[in-house]
């Protein structure tokens, strides 16, 4: 028989269930984003009032819709890329903040801009220091890299603790130095002389202080910009400009850190309708005090109604307040069969108890206490 020239294919080797990841991802835990959107969507028939991402409780300005809208009626060519680097919006911003153009980089919401800046400036092993507790994402985007996150831990978590974040900040001679001010979620809350402390006492360390409620507190470290080369200040419009949906936000920073944050930045990364909503919202400035003030006033109303219950509540300069329940992790639970979504902080170190309510306004707040007063009720009667 004739030595046939057909060859059998050996067997292909057993392809592994999924490929390799890079060496810093494989011990990192993925952020725990709890969204509520899914019982709020299965229970249509409950009134939501969704206070557990601290979102603006209302909808943006009259101005950001009416913008929007007015731009997608015109030939408003969605099927272009956006003005690159949104050097449209850092016009407004530039006049806005009283900062150079160059000192700015507008980002995919504030996230985006501390995902870049870890990019940028972190290496396998980098110290990162990070006033604990805080804003949890950002952990991940510096672990992502390779890094060692150092907390410290205030003696009480709702006081500021400068004495010890310079000690720290001597004995871990971080690359990055994270600090969010007001703090999420303890409200904590650091002046520009305190920040500028820590900015002498560490000269090469990039100090990033994360002003996601700024507008909350009117507390502002962008005015150390113009003396220290080492502070970036990330903010966002997702909170008090209730933009969240829109994922927009940005840095602050000296040239050469905005210059060096370009070199991986994806200048086409932010939406064109984000783009004109955010310009709208910056010419709504009476919209803007008018809805801060209304979350000042349903604050009050809160720690007042919370103290003759006689219950420990926590109001902060940020658009939520903290409030210890004995039985929290029930109190959540039950909170949200009547439809109101808060966030459990009581896992967290220093925080046992501590429920964070975002707040709204007034009206909202009214309804908001009413429910829980009938959460509270079960739990002291649970046969009712």
């Known amino acids: 028989m004739p030595h046939s020239r057909l060859r059998i294919a050996a067997e292909p080797a057993e392809r592994a269930d999924t490929l390799p990841v890079a060496a810093p991802i494989r011990q990192l835990e993925p952020y725990k984003a709890v969204s509520s959107l899914e019982h709020i969507h299965h229970n249509p028939d409950i009134e939501p009032h969704k206070l557990d991402w601290n979102e603006a409780t209302v909808p943006p300005s009259p101005k950001v819709i009416e913008a929007i809208t007015g731009f997608l009626g015109r030939a408003h060519h969605l099927n272009w890329y956006p003005v690159l680097n949104s050097t449209n919006l850092i016009e407004r911003l530039a006049r806005h903040h009283g900062v150079p153009g160059e000192r700015m980089l507008i980002t995919n919401g504030s996230d985006d801009a501390l995902n870049t800046l870890c990019t940028t400036y972190l290496d396998a092993g980098d110290r990162v220091l990070v006033a604990s507790p805080t804003y949890q994402h950002f952990l991940v985007f510096a672990q992502s890299r390779g890094a060692e996150i150092v907390h410290h831990y205030a003696p009480d978590p709702f006081e500021t603790d400068v004495d010890g974040l310079l000690a720290a900040l001597a004995r871990a001679a971080p690359r990055i130095f994270y600090l969010v001010n007001p703090n999420n979620p303890t409200g904590t809350l650091y002046t520009p002389a305190q920040i500028a402390r820590l900015l002498r006492a560490a000269p090469d360390t990039l100090v990033i202080v994360d002003e996601a409620y700024s507008e909350f507190a009117g507390v502002s470290a962008v005015g150390l910009l113009h003396e220290y080369s080492n502070l970036v200040v990330t903010r966002t419009f997702s909170k008090a400009y ?6 927009i936000g940005y840095a602050l920073a000296r ?81 949200m069969e009547e439809g109101v979504y808060v966030r459990d902080r009581s896992h967290l170190p220093n925080l046992s108890g ?31």
């Not at 939406?271 to 709504?284: C, F, S, T």
């Not at 420990?312 to 903290?322: D, G, L």
């Open 354 to 384: 501590f429920v964070r309510y975002s707040v709204g306004t007034v009206e909202q707040m009214k309804e908001v206490l009413a429910r829980t007063g009938r959460v509270l009720d079960t739990l002291a009667d649970p046969v009712r």
């Open 255 to 335: 040239e050469q850190v905005v210059a060096d944050l370009r070199r991986v930045f994806n200048p086409k990364s932010v939406n064109v309708l984000a783009q004109v909503g955010a310009m709208a919202a910056l010419d709504d400035q009476p919209w803007l005090r008018a809805y801060i003030a209304e979350v000042d006033a349903a604050k009050a109303l809160m720690a007042d109604w919370f103290a003759a219950r006689g219950i420990e509540c926590r109001p902060t300069p940020a658009n939520f307040v903290m409030v210890r329940f004995e039985q929290a992790p029930w109190v959540v639970k039950l909170l």
């Open 242 to 247: 209730g933009m969240a949906g829109l994922r």
